[in-house]
């Protein structure tokens, strides 16, 4: 069952979401060349639980970690650790955290140092793919309008869009339904419902859009060892349009 949202409850989301835009602002200062992900991991572990909030990740079915980071190649829950970013490198940094029993869930790709022209142009089209969805998400439209733009987008630019991973619900549970790919066709899937709360997150490959887990369980990979990046929101249907509750 969908569990829609009351504009009370989008508002207790939204402060969650406040946290973790707030969180990634602070990391979009501090990642460089030299710095590790499990610094920051721990970082934003700090934060979230210095700002009233707690992280969710840590725990969640066995994941080991406050965040997950994703490094080059890896799509997502990738393991923070103790190996220097480097320059050229791309790390998606993906965080969940509650407040007041309440989640919110994003993403972003942050470029290390100078990285080339070729990964810039995959981390602008990531989010690109992710701003059409947004505006695309009104109550009305099906799921397969909304990531039709993703797909077309992802495409047309000699990218592919991830299957296997999803969005999903998203309130007093992480993972509530519905649950959807990022790829569709006009007219297709669910109907979007004002009070719906959903993450839209989708994961960019520039080569194939299939995948392997490696065997920690977790560290989703390209099978071509090409480059991905994402960015997601959280994001709340509402009678206004959509509400990116993930931004300042």
């Known amino acids: 069952m969908i569990i829609l ?3 009370e409850q989008i508002a207790a989301i939204r402060k969650a979401g406040q946290v973790l835009a707030q969180c990634h602002e602070e990391l979009s200062r501090m990642i460089r060349p030299g710095i590790t992900t499990l610094e ?3 970082f934003a572990e700090r934060f979230i639980n210095d700002h009233g909030a707690r992280q969710v990740t840590k725990g969640y079915k066995g994941f080991p970690y406050a965040t997950c980071a994703s490094l080059n190649d890896v799509i997502a829950h990738g393991f923070p650790n103790d190996t220097p970013l ?3 490198d791309i790390v998606k940094m993906d965080i969940v ?3 007041n029993g309440w989640m919110a869930d994003s993403c972003r790709t942050y470029k290390v140092g100078a990285v080339s022209p070729e990964a810039a142009r995959l981390v602008k089209v990531a989010k690109e793919c992710l701003d059409m969805a947004v505006l695309k998400a009104v109550a009305g439209n099906t799921i ?3 990531m039709h733009v993703v797909q077309k987008h992802a495409e047309g630019a000699g990218y592919s869009v991830v299957r296997d991973l999803v969005g999903h619900g998203i309130g007093q549970s992480l993972h509530e339904k ?3 790919q990022h790829v569709g066709k006009p007219g297709k899937g669910f109907v979007l419902k004002e009070g719906m709360v959903i993450t839209i997150e989708p994961m960019i490959n520039a080569g194939t859009h299939e995948m392997y887990v490696e065997l920690d369980g977790w560290t989703a990979r390209t099978w071509d060892g090409a480059l991905s990046a994402q960015f997601e929101h959280t994001v709340a249907i509402t009678k ?3 509400q990116i509750l993930t931004e300042l």
Request: aromatic letters at 10%; one cysteine or more.
């Open 97 to 99: 955290c509650s407040y």
């Open 5 to 7: 949202k009351t504009p």
């Open 144 to 146: 397969g309008d909304v």
């Open 178 to 180: 519905p649950t959807f």
């Open 86 to 88: 480097r320059s050229g």
């Open 40 to 42: 920051i991991n721990d």
């Open 240 to 242: 206004k349009g959509p």
